[in-house]
């Protein structure tokens, strides 16, 4: 399976995320079964309405969210799928 790591900063301007999901619904054009997540500064707050709108577009792209305090647990079990 392919994947794609991508660092995102969810408290900035929306289009790097927006740039993420349209990239992520091309490559998947040609490769379905393609993972793709998204490093965050921060767990997103669902009561911030940039936040939000955020995790709904990750959810609909199928793009994982990992908050930097989670990223070394993300790296861990990426090491053993890897393995």
Do not use: C, W
């Amino acid at each position: 399976m392919r994947g794609f790591v991508h660092a995102v900063a969810i408290g900035r301007d929306p289009v790097q995320p927006k740039v993420l999901a349209y990239t992520a619904g091309r490559v998947r054009m040609r490769y379905a079964d393609t993972e793709f997540t998204a490093i965050t500064e921060t767990e997103p707050n669902l009561d911030n309405r940039r936040h939000a709108f955020i995790a709904r577009l990750f959810e609909n792209n199928r793009i994982s969210i990992v908050p930097l305090n989670r990223v070394e647990k993300f790296a861990e079990e990426l090491r053993v799928r890897l393995q």
